[in-house]
């Protein structure tokens, strides 16, 4: 499986963007970049997903390298509800569909 | 649709009892997948199905662990017999097809093994 690399944790501030990196310098020419965020206590849910260009829906953006070797996804003013863990995750394409969780990026909001 | 249904929500148990984890996905959804959460290994995938045949169980810690899915409806995790270090949350998923849909997870099942 193709590895991300992401900050363990990361602070940012109510109301304020907040940019979240990934790198994936081993991304295969057909693997989906997607991003899912953990919030306490619950599930892991679905944030966003992108192959080359950037992408942009209701919960934020993604945008990606033009080598696709690493990403960001862009939370545009973020609230205390944001506090997660957020997980960028390669969906291999190699005979399988999985999706495999990394350790992700703990974000903390300030108030 | 009311989502990713997993039951129980919470299961204590003895060492070396059964325990059965239930799944029932998303309607249509053709991937189901099982994953086990602790503070030590994080998010790990044990299995996963497509159109309700096992594709890959390399996550699948010992013989100890087996899971089935009898129908598209529901699918069971199932540990036997159960070990203190089994403990942790249990999350089942599942999505439409492979790469380009989103993965919709339960509210996981947190496993107590004393």
């Known amino acids: 499986d193709a590895k991300t690399t992401q900050p363990n944790s990361m602070e940012s501030n109510e109301e304020e963007p907040v940019h979240l990196p990934c790198n994936h310098s081993?991304?295969?020419?057909?693997?989906?970049i997607h991003w899912y965020r953990q919030l306490p206590s619950q599930g892991p849910e679905y944030v966003i997903h992108g192959l080359t260009s950037n992408v942009n829906n209701r919960m934020a953006s993604l945008a990606i390298a033009e080598d696709r070797k690493s990403s960001t996804l862009i939370l545009h003013r973020a609230t205390l509800r944001d506090a997660a863990v957020y997980y960028c995750?390669?969906?291999?394409?190699?005979?399988?569909?999985?999706?495999?969780f990394g350790q992700g990026t703990r974000l903390t909001i300030n108030p | 649709d009311a989502g990713v249904i997993q039951s129980p929500r919470h299961e204590v148990t003895e060492m070396g009892q059964e325990v059965t984890l239930r799944c029932k996905p998303i309607s249509g959804h053709d991937y189901l997948f099982w994953y086990r959460q602790t503070m030590m290994r994080g998010l790990e995938l044990l299995i996963y199905f497509n159109n309700n045949v096992p594709i890959d169980d390399s996550g699948m810690p010992e013989d100890r662990f087996s899971a089935k899915m009898p129908n598209a409806s529901f699918s069971t995790l199932k540990i036997q017999p159960s070990e203190p270090r089994d403990s942790a949350v249990y999350f089942c998923?599942?999505?439409?097809?492979?790469?380009?849909?989103?993965?919709?997870f339960g509210q996981g099942t947190r496993l107590t093994v004393v």
């Open positions: 995750i390669l969906r291999d394409t190699r005979g399988a569909q999985k999706l495999v």
């Open positions: 081993t991304i295969s020419g057909t693997d989906y």
């Open positions: 998923a599942s999505s439409l097809d492979g790469l380009n849909t989103e993965a919709f």
